[in-house]
């Protein structure tokens, strides 16, 4: 059964503070691991697909990487915007269209 | 306005009443999807449809049935709702499969 863990559950950073959110996964083959991020009261919003060990992805002041067990998102001087829930999910190979998701780690990003 | 949109936000129901959410998306994406968020757990898939009269089960499918009828439109009925069906349902469509799709607002549904 494929298997996602988020850590930590949340985390409060002083502005500028960078930091980085873990996502542990176990899947029979990966075929692909995605982050989102969501804010309160909303759907998630699509950031990054990783595909392959190694891979790293940027966008503004987050960085994704992935290993085979693992990928970090890394949050470079984070803004009080920044503050949201961040979710991880992967797709398995064989597993068609479905992502199982881990239950994200809630970041504040504080003055 | 373009997008995805759920109606209703909101919506309070009894035990043994059927209750439908709506879906819209105005990009004509191919595929949609029904998911659920509860505590304690990540989004669990329950339906999805890769285009119009194409459905099919996700993770947790039992008490539920979709329709597709149209590429724009996707919704979700609870034939007959139970308690442990209250829940966060989101809607969501892409281009091609699960990834980079875009999901709505989310409908909040309580059954008393």
């Known amino acids: 059964e494929d298997q996602v863990t988020q850590s930590p559950e949340a985390l409060r950073l002083q502005e500028g503070e960078s930091s980085s959110l873990n996502c542990s996964y176990t899947?029979?083959?990966?075929?692909?691991l995605f982050w989102y991020r969501q804010d309160p009261g909303k759907g998630p919003e699509f950031l990054f697909t990783?595909?392959?060990a190694g891979e790293e992805k940027e966008k503004e002041r987050l960085k994704a990487t992935l290993t085979k067990k693992e990928s970090f998102l890394h949050i470079t001087a984070p803004k009080p915007e920044d503050s949201a829930t961040y979710l991880c999910?992967?797709?398995?190979?064989?597993?068609?269209?479905?992502?199982?998701f881990g239950t994200g780690t809630q970041l504040k990003v504080e003055l | 306005d373009a997008g995805i949109t759920q109606s209703p936000r909101y919506k309070i129901t009894e035990t043994g009443r059927q209750v439908t959410l709506m879906c819209h998306q105005t990009w004509s994406h191919s595929y949609m999807f029904w998911y659920r968020q509860d505590l304690g757990h990540g989004l669990r898939l329950i339906y999805y449809?890769?285009?119009?009269?194409?459905?099919d089960k996700g993770e947790v499918p039992d008490g539920y049935v979709v329709s597709r009828s149209k590429t724009e439109n996707f919704p979700l009925t609870l034939e007959s709702a139970t308690r442990s069906q209250t829940s966060v349902y989101f809607c969501?469509?892409?281009?091609?499969?699960?990834?980079?799709?875009?999901f709505g607002q989310g409908t909040r549904l309580t059954v008393v």
């Open positions: 999910a992967v797709q398995a190979q064989g597993g068609g269209n479905k992502l199982t």
């Open positions: 899947v029979s083959g990966l075929r692909g």
């Open positions: 969501a469509s892409s281009k091609q499969g699960p990834t980079e799709a875009f």
């Open positions: 449809s890769a285009a119009a009269d194409i459905t």
């Open positions: 990783l595909y392959s």
